[in-house]
């Protein structure tokens, strides 16, 4: 491996070439990477292949972004929350992604689509995303849906008061406000059969649930890159949650779809959208597995006697949830409740309040429940 020019990003606001290898190859090394990952700052991961870091107005606070060069132009993977300051980072680097050929979105997630519908106007560019994204995007920004008033149902059933749930409910932001407008006419699917051509790579689609019903991850056929997506992502596990309309039980879905990224060779670098490109794609999925296995069997341990949803949050996550944390962390413990229930290692019922409670089964063990 030879030197590296610290630090790259000092180069300016520009487009940062390759300086792939040495990035750090072995799974949990904490070492600096050579490049210095900067918001608006392209930073090329692989020949032609460059991670543009946008903000994100949340706890976790960025998305990565990939575009990808083509002999004349780009192709875009995901786009970034619809904010101004996403959209000036665009109008940025705007002349030097230009032609934007295509516009590749993962899943329906407003840091992923949020800008898609912008994006395709303001560079005349189609859409490609999976039949299954699409149709929730489409159901998340119906104008005559109200999907967050849809939450509070569910989050009686499992436990959370009326008045904490109506005030949770009051501060989220609609989808609408963090995705612009994508007409239809922009958007062709992705077939799950057909490896896509981008630049000079072929890439094959994976398409994953749990996260997101049809989420895409790309595979480029020589197996070094993986685009993950929010499907398998380093430091952090993917939320697996359950929503009214949604998988009841996406953890199962989600184990299921692990099984690709397991048999994935040692040297893929993961590009994910959040966090640090890592080498060692089945290692981290083994690695998400035994978190959610650890997970189960704390679950289960905690329901020795009748138990709601909420009740189990400390025992899932060990410290209190933030307000802002609150629907993706019921989501997720109800998600590792049916989960468990599925496996028959837990009997569920309503108790007197109509909330659902769970309890362990008289003859389960926890090993019948373990994904691994
Ligand atoms: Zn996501």
């Given at each position: 491996m030879g030197a590296v020019q610290p630090p790259v990003a000092a180069q300016g606001r520009s487009f940062i070439p390759a300086q792939f290898w040495p990035w750090p190859r072995a799974l949990g090394d904490t070492r600096d990477s050579p490049v210095r990952i900067e918001v608006g700052v392209p930073v090329e991961m692989a020949e032609d292949v460059f991670l543009l870091r946008l903000p994100l107005p949340f706890a976790l606070n960025h998305i990565n972004v990939y575009l990808i060069r083509e002999d004349e132009g780009w192709v875009l993977v995901d786009c970034g929350v619809d904010t101004a300051e996403s959209r000036a980072i665009w109008e940025r680097i705007a002349s030097r992604i230009s032609p934007l050929n295509r516009i590749i979105v993962t899943h329906h997630h407003p840091d992923h689509i949020g800008l898609a519908g912008w994006l395709a106007e303001r560079f005349d560019a189609p859409v490609s995303m999976t039949a299954g994204e699409y149709a929730v995007a489409g159901r998340y920004s119906d104008p005559d849906r109200d999907i967050?008033?849809?939450?509070?149902?569910?989050?009686?059933?499992h436990g959370l008061s009326k008045e904490r749930s109506t005030a949770l409910l009051a501060h989220m932001p609609r989808y609408d406000e963090q995705v612009s407008h994508l007409s239809a006419d922009r958007v062709g699917f992705i077939d799950p059969q057909q490896p896509v051509r981008i630049g000079q790579r072929l890439w094959q689609p994976i398409i994953g649930q749990g996260h997101a019903p049809d989420h895409l991850s790309l595979l480029d056929e020589s197996g070094a890159l993986l685009?993950?997506?929010?499907?398998?992502l380093p430091t952090i596990t993917p939320n697996i949650a359950v929503w009214p309309g949604g998988d009841q039980n996406p953890l199962e879905s989600y184990f299921r779809s692990l099984d690709r990224f397991l048999g994935m060779?040692?040297?893929?670098?993961?590009?994910?959208?959040?966090r640090q490109p890592l080498y060692g794609v089945a290692a981290r999925a083994r690695q998400i597995l035994a978190h959610h296995d650890d997970r189960l069997r704390a679950l289960w341990e905690a329901c020795a006697d009748w138990t709601n949803a909420c009740e189990l949050l400390p025992a899932l996550f060990g410290r209190p949830l933030r307000d802002a944390e609150m629907?993706?962390?019921?989501?997720?413990?109800i998600a590792h409740?049916?989960?468990?229930?599925?496996?028959?290692?837990?009997?569920?019922?309503?108790?007197?309040?109509?909330?659902?409670?769970?309890?362990?089964?008289?003859?389960?063990?926890?090993?019948?429940?373990?994904p691994s």
């Open positions: 967050i008033a849809e939450r509070f149902p569910l989050w009686l059933e685009i993950g997506g929010d499907q398998v060779p040692a040297d893929t670098l993961l590009l994910p959208s959040h629907g993706f962390g019921l989501g997720e413990a409740l049916n989960y468990l229930e599925g496996r028959g290692c837990l009997v569920s019922d309503l108790d007197g309040n109509g909330v659902r409670v769970f309890r362990r089964c008289a003859i389960s063990t926890i090993d019948q429940g373990s």
